[in-house]
């Protein structure tokens, strides 16, 4: 079994549950978890708006690589160096799709 695979697979079930209580409105505004950009901390409402905004995302990330951790441990040993980098450009690519998405979202929704 791919131990790079296995440990984003672990890492995309922490990522999904996670995102679970911001989707759900569940977490309040705190020093710690959350979505901390400034237009998030202007107000309990947009804290609410934007987490479940970036939970729903953060969690669809969390699928996606927990469908690159399933492929990875399917494939055989020789390809797991090429698994590695490419599963890399995936979580370092759909991290920053995240972060931006949730950038232009509270921009665009800012009452400014």
Known sequence: MN???ISHGIIALVIIGLSWPLVKRKIKRNQIYGIRIPEAVKSEERWLEINAYGGWLLMRW???LAITAGIGLALPRKDWII???SSLVIILGGLGVVVALIFRYAGKT???
């Open 3 to 5: 131990p790079i695979a």
């Open 62 to 64: 969390g699928i996606v």
């Open 110 to 112: 800012s009452n400014k």
């Open 83 to 85: 698994y590695a980098f």
